[in-house]
C-alpha cells in the first residue's frame, strides 16, 4: 500500500519527521498483517479484535529505552513527550472490529480499508495538531485507488498545495518512486468519453451526441513538472520528473503531443500502473531527499490538539 506523506493542505506526520516514518510504516504494517493472518487462520480472529502483540510492545520499550539514555534528567519532559508519540501511534494502527472473513481475500481487504483510514489519520494529524479532513477524501475512489493498489516503496501526494512566493498553487497527484517522480492530471469525466487533444487552451471533450470544451490538462501537468523541478534544483534532488495526462475511464487522442508528456488512457493506463505496481525497489535517499523537498515547501492548515493541551495543564 503505498504511502500518502501529503493530502491537501493537512499537517503530516511526514513532515515532522520524513526520515523515520516510511520506515515505520513499512514496518507496522508487516507486524499487523503478519498477527492478524495469523488470528484469522487460528480461528482466534474476534469482533473487537484488537492486537497487544509482545513483540511490537518489546520493540517499542528497547526503541524507547535508547532514547532515554541520550537524554539527561533535565529533559524528562521530551522524554514522556517521546514515549506518548510512541503508545499514540501504535494504538492509532489498532485493528478493531474486524468481520468474519469467509477468506484470505476477503480478510485482506478489510486490512487494506483499515489502513486507507488510518492512512488518512498519519496525513490529517501529528501527536500535537490535527486538521479537519474533508470527508470526501474517504470515499475517494480515485486515493483509495492509488493508496490500496501501489506498493509501499510509492510516496503520494494528493491534491497537495504548494506556497510559492507566498501565493498557495494546488495542484492533482504527484508519485514518487524510488527511481523518478510522476505529476499526474486527470480527466476523467463521462466514461468512455474521447478527448481531443491541441496545444491549445481547451481540449474538445465528445461523449456520445454531445460535444463541450474540458480546460487543457497539459497545463496542470506542466504547472506540476514545473513546481517539482525548481524545488528539486534547490535541495540538489536528482530525479527524474515525468508528466503524464490520465483518463482511466475514456480515449485520448492527440497525435503531436509534446514528447515530455505521456498520454494514459483507457488503451495503456493499465500497463503502466502495472509497471509501478511491481517495482520491487526499496525506498530510496534521494527519493526521501525529494518528498522533503516538497514537504517543506507545502502549506500546512492545522490546530492543536485540545486533548493535548488538557494534558499538559494537568502537570
Not at 35 to 48: H, I, M, P, Q, V
Not at 179 to 184: A, N
Not at 293 to 300: G, P, S
Request: with cysteine; proline share 3%; charged share 30%.
Amino acid at each position: 500500500m503505498a504511502q500518502l506523506i501529503k493530502l491537501q493542505d493537512y499537517v503530516t506526520r511526514y513532515e515532522t519527521d520524513m526520515s523515520r516514518y516510511p520506515a515505520q510504516y513499512v514496518r507496522l504494517k508487516k507486524q499487523q498483517w503478519e498477527n492478524l493472518k495469523a488470528a484469522w487462520e487460528s480461528g482466534t480472529l474476534r469482533f473487537d479484535n484488537e492486537f497487544s502483540n509482545q513483540e511490537i510492545f518489546e520493540e517499542k520499550q528497547s526503541i524507547f529505552n535508547k532514547i532515554r539514555g541520550w537524554f539527561s534528567r533535565e529533559d524528562e519532559t521530551i522524554v514522556e513527550e517521546l514515549d506518548i508519540q510512541l503508545e499514540k501511534e501504535e494504538e492509532d494502527f489498532a485493528f478493531r472490529n474486524f468481520l468474519h472473513a469467509a477468506n484470505e481475500q476477503e480478510l485482506k481487504q478489510q486490512f487494506l480499508d483499515h489502513l486507507f483510514r488510518f492512512q488518512i489519520k498519519w496525513a490529517s494529524s501529528t501527536i500535537h495538531e490535527k486538521s479537519f479532513v474533508n470527508e470526501e477524501y474517504y470515499e475517494s475512489e480515485k486515493l483509495q485507488h492509488f493508496l490500496q493498489r501501489l506498493p509501499d516503496n510509492i510516496l503520494l501526494l494528493y491534491e497537495p498545495i504548494f506556497l510559492l512566493k507566498k501565493a498557495p498553487v494546488e495542484v492533482e497527484v504527484l508519485l514518487l518512486t524510488p527511481t523518478e517522480i510522476w505529476c499526474l492530471a486527470f480527466l476523467e469525466k463521462e466514461d468512455d468519453a474521447a478527448y481531443l487533444g491541441s496545444t491549445d487552451h481547451f481540449w474538445v471533450e465528445k461523449h456520445q451526441d454531445h460535444e463541450a470544451k474540458v480546460l487543457n490538462p497539459m497545463m496542470s501537468a506542466n504547472r506540476m513538472g514545473k513546481i517539482v523541478k525548481q524545488l528539486f534544483k534547490l535541495y540538489e534532488v536528482e530525479q527524474p520528473i515525468r508528466k503524464a495526462v490520465v483518463s482511466r475511464n475514456g480515449y485520448i487522442d492527440f497525435p503531436e503531443v509534446p514528447g515530455d508528456i505521456l498520454l494514459l488512457d483507457k488503451r495503456s493506463y493499465e500497463d503502466w500502473f502495472h509497471r509501478l505496481r511491481n517495482l520491487a525497489s526499496p525506498l530510496k535517499m534521494m527519493q526521501i531527499k525529494g518528498a522533503k523537498a516538497l514537504l517543506e515547501y507545502c502549506q500546512t492548515t492545522s490546530f492543536r490538539r485540545p486533548d493535548w493541551d488538557k494534558e499538559n495543564d494537568e502537570e
